[in-house]
């Protein structure tokens, strides 16, 4: 990488991060602020570097962004290796969050799916049997939105194809929710 790519990824990137609807955000995190000011909890799952961010996300609620507040209930689907590894090797690497959808999410929680690409299976199976649980459903993807374009109630596309440029996007994304719920609290 020389700095002529370091200046066009630092564009990429930058553009990506500009072309996110703000409106979006607000509605989103205000959304998500009323059903946690109920009670409900927020659920986040993805793969690889999308399982990193969403663990990163629920520490955010759990812990605190920017402010003291009281915890807030969020949770990693992939942070329990013993049931990851149950469910994958009893049911398949598919099911992996379905499964654990139907056991902790009830009517109200949120549950927020992140796939670059939009077509992880697992991820497409879980937002589909929270729906079906009646959670509020909300992914991010990359351009395409892939698989998951319509599955759930709301869909953050990231205007890239570029795999790291959508994780930052989607991490930025993932604080200001944090910073939008925080203050409602």
Same mark, same amino acid.
């Given at each position: 990488m020389d700095i002529k790519s370091i200046k066009d990824y630092l564009k990429d990137g930058a553009d990506a991060r500009l072309s996110v609807d703000p409106e979006f955000v607000y509605t989103l995190g205000e959304e998500i602020a009323k059903r @946690?000011? +109920? &009670? !409900? *909890?927020? =659920?986040? @799952?993805? !793969? &690889?570097?999308? #399982?990193a961010d969403a663990q990163h996300i629920a520490a955010e609620f759990v812990c605190r962004f920017e402010k003291e %507040? %009281?915890?807030m209930p969020a949770l990693a689907l992939h942070a329990n290796t013993s049931v990851l590894t149950a469910i994958s090797n009893? $049911? &398949? $690497?598919?099911?992996? $969050?379905? %499964?654990? =959808?139907?056991?902790?999410a009830h009517e109200g929680d949120i549950v927020i799916g992140i796939s670059t690409s939009g077509n992880s299976e697992n991820v497409i199976r879980a937002i589909d049997k929270a729906r079906e649980l009646g959670c509020l459903t909300i992914v991010f993807t990359g351009k395409s939105g892939g698989k998951?374009?319509? *599955? #759930?109630q $709301? /869909?953050? *596309?990231v205007d890239s194809t570029r795999t790291s440029i959508i994780q930052e996007v989607? /991490? #930025?994304?993932?604080? @200001?929710?944090? +910073? =939008?719920?925080e203050d409602r609290l």
């Open positions: @946690m000011l +109920k &009670g !409900n *909890k927020l =659920i986040l @799952m993805g !793969n &690889g570097g999308s #399982a %507040r %009281r915890p009893d $049911y &398949g $690497y598919d099911h992996v $969050y379905s %499964r654990q =959808i139907e056991a902790f998951l374009a319509n *599955k #759930a $709301y /869909i953050l *596309k989607h /991490i #930025a994304v993932g604080h @200001m929710l944090s +910073k =939008i719920v």
